[in-house]
């Protein structure tokens, strides 16, 4: 009975200590932060269908990357002013070295991307 008395509490902190471990490898899991270079789909996409079956409109906050799940919200930062816009994965892409997100028009135009064409840029998953 005394060491049956004894296993419990050992259980019992070997099961939340397992539990922490759980949150940090789910945290880790959702946490997505990616740098690289930012661009902007070409106006002959606007309404054309996206590899997740939705048509792109250059006039919403959508974008495109190589591998986030269809849905994925992140927030894009232009790191040489600082600026963000979040937005929605709806494709994939871009298919040029070195790009990690391609913005619709209007987000583009939020970050100050337009005129560039091409900027430093920085993507986090939001929840």
């Known amino acids: 009975m005394q060491t049956r008395l004894l296993v419990i509490p050992f259980l019992l ?19 997505f932060i990616q740098q690289g270079k930012a661009s902007y789909y070409a106006r002959s996409f606007h309404g ?3 590899a997740s079956g939705e048509t792109f409109n250059q006039n919403e906050l959508v974008a495109a990357h190589k591998t986030l799940p269809f849905g994925t919200r992140v927030k894009v930062t232009n790191l040489e002013n600082g600026k963000q816009v979040t937005v929605r ?13 391609d913005l619709s028009r209007v987000a583009a135009s939020k970050i100050d991307l337009i005129e560039d064409g091409v900027v430093n840029a920085k993507i986090e998953k939001v929840d």
């Open 13 to 31: 902190a070997l099961a939340s200590g397992c539990t922490e471990k759980q949150d940090e490898v789910s945290k880790a899991k959702r946490t």
């Open 48 to 50: 054309e269908q996206t």
């Open 89 to 101: 994965i709806v494709d994939r892409g871009p298919f040029k070295p070195g790009r990690i997100i």
